[in-house]
């Protein structure tokens, strides 16, 4: 008898202990399905945001002298977006954070990284010019 009442109250406290795991368990998938929900809210703002406010290098060139003479050379430059050079330097960074710089190449529109590193965002390597790294912003 005194056996069953033991058995009896270690199947409960294991019964409540599962319960408190399952129930910290659905919390957390809860929090994490809020947190992901957040994070694709902030990168749709970051991209409207960058859409609006820095446009593609062509769209935001005017008829004006530089892009009549391209057009005449036939040098067309292909730039990438100032989303993609954003998304390359955190990409870079995340990937391999021993080595975050990133080659600067004819794709990168110089205004857009000139923006970059004048506002503190990404910073050039101090032997190598032509590499480029996102600045540290947890220090």
């Not at 033991?6 to 319960?19: I, T």
């Not at 593609?56 to 100032?82: V, Y």
């Not at 955190?90 to 004048?118: G, K, N």
Request: no cysteine; net charge negative.
């Amino acid at each position: 008898m005194e056996r069953s009442v033991q058995q009896r109250e270690e199947d409960g406290q294991m019964v409540y202990h599962s319960l408190l795991e399952n129930s910290a368990l659905q919390k957390m998938r809860k929090d994490l399905q809020k947190l992901t929900l957040y994070k694709e809210t902030l990168l749709t703002a970051l991209g409207s945001f960058l859409d609006t406010h820095y446009p593609h290098p062509d769209q935001a060139e005017t008829l004006g002298k530089r892009r009549l003479a391209r057009a005449n050379t036939g040098l067309t430059a292909n730039f990438i977006t100032f989303h993609e050079m954003l998304e390359r330097l955190m990409t870079r960074t995340m990937s391999s954070p021993h080595d975050p710089y990133l080659q600067v190449d004819d794709t990168f529109w110089p205004p857009y990284l000139e923006a970059l590193l004048r506002y503190g965002v990404a910073q050039r390597h101090h032997d190598d010019p032509r590499l480029v790294r996102l600045n540290d912003f947890h220090q």
